[in-house]
C-alpha cells in the first residue's frame, strides 16, 4: 500500500532507539525526509546511519533536550516544514507519589504533556495551511489502564490526552490536520528490561524469570517490536488515515482487558 507520504517532512522525538526509532524507520521507507532528535549525539548519529542505509528520505540529526525551548527551537529549525509530527519521550520513573515533590511532577509534566503541547502549538497552523498535517502522540497504554507504581506517567500522559481531544476537533481537522495517539503496551526495548530488572532486582526475584511471566501474561505471548509500532505509526500519518482523529490507538498484544 502506498501511504501518500513521499518527500514529506517529519520530525521524530526522542528516536535514538526504542519505539521512536521504530517510527521514523517506518517513515524513511516510505520516502518521509525525517528530522531525529534526542539527548545522546553517539547513539542519533548511529540510528542516523542506519535510517540513510533504508536509501528512503532524507535524514538530519539535532541532538538536544526536545523539553527545552532551546531543544525544541534547534529541531524545528532543522525541519523545512513539519508535515509530521512524531510526539515522543522517555517515561517519569515510577515510584509513590509520597516522594513525589513540585520539581519531580514538574520535570514530568514537561517531557510527557507540556513538550508535546508547545510542539504542537509551532506547527499544527502550518500544516492547517497547507492543508495537510498528522501529529502522532506516543504516549502509554497506562492512559486506558493506569499503573499504580507509575503515577507521574499517569497523570502526565493522561493530561495531555484530555488536551488534544479537545485540538484534535478544532477547525484544524477541517484543513487536513489529525491528532492522534498511540498507547504501547509492553515492547521489546531497553526500557522495558531495564525498568523490569530493577524492578525484579528490588523484589528479589530473577530479571529474566519476570520477564519470561511478563511475556507469558500478554494474551499474544510476546512483547512487541519497535518495527511493529513502526508501521501502525506511519498508516496513522498515511493519506489512508485522513479521517482519523482523536482517537488513541492501544498496541498492546491484547492485554487491556476491558471491552472499551
Not at 65 to 93: F, K, M, S, W, Y
Not at 172 to 199: E, K, S
Request: hydrophobic share 45%.
Amino acid at each position: 500500500m502506498d501511504l501518500g507520504l513521499n518527500g514529506k517532512w517529519a520530525l521524530v522525538c526522542a528516536a535514538s532507539k526504542g519505539l521512536g526509532k521504530g517510527c521514523a524507520a517506518a517513515l524513511v521507507r516510505e520516502g518521509v525526509n525525517v528530522v531525529i532528535t534526542a539527548r545522546g549525539a553517539e547513539a542519533l548519529e548511529a540510528t542516523a546511519a542506519e535510517l540513510r542505509a533504508l536509501k528512503g528520505g532524507e535524514v538530519r540529526t539535532v541532538a538536544g533536550d526536545i523539553t527545552t525551548a532551546e531543544g525544541r527551537a534547534a529541531a524545528l529549525a532543522a525541519c523545512p516544514q513539519v508535515d509530521i509530527l512524531i510526539n515522543n519521550a522517555g517515561g517519569p520513573p515510577p515510584g509513590d507519589f509520597r516522594e513525589w515533590d513540585r520539581d519531580v511532577w514538574f520535570k514530568a509534566l514537561d517531557a510527557n504533556m507540556l513538550t508535546p503541547i508547545e510542539l504542537m502549538k509551532a506547527t499544527v497552523d502550518a500544516m492547517a495551511a497547507r492543508g495537510f498535517g498528522r501529529v502522532v502522540n506516543i504516549t502509554s497504554g497506562s492512559v486506558k489502564a493506569p499503573i499504580g507504581v507509575l503515577g507521574l506517567s499517569n497523570g502526565a500522559r493522561s493530561g495531555l490526552t484530555g488536551f488534544v481531544a479537545g485540538l484534535a476537533r478544532s477547525s484544524i481537522t477541517a484543513r487536513g490536520v489529525t491528532i492522534n495517539g498511540l498507547l504501547p503496551g509492553a515492547f521489546a526495548t531497553d526500557r522495558l528490561r531495564t525498568t523490569m530488572r530493577a524492578g525484579a532486582a528490588k523484589a528479589g526475584q530473577d530479571p529474566d524469570a519476570a520477564l519470561k511471566a511478563r511475556e507469558q501474561a500478554i494474551p499474544a505471548r510476546r512483547f512487541g517490536t519497535a518495527e511493529e509500532f513502526g508501521a501502525v505509526c506511519a498508516f496513522i500519518c498515511s493519506v489512508h488515515a485522513a479521517y482519523m482523529t482523536g482517537q488513541n490507538v492501544l498496541l498492546d498484544g491484547g492485554a487491556y482487558p476491558g471491552t472499551f
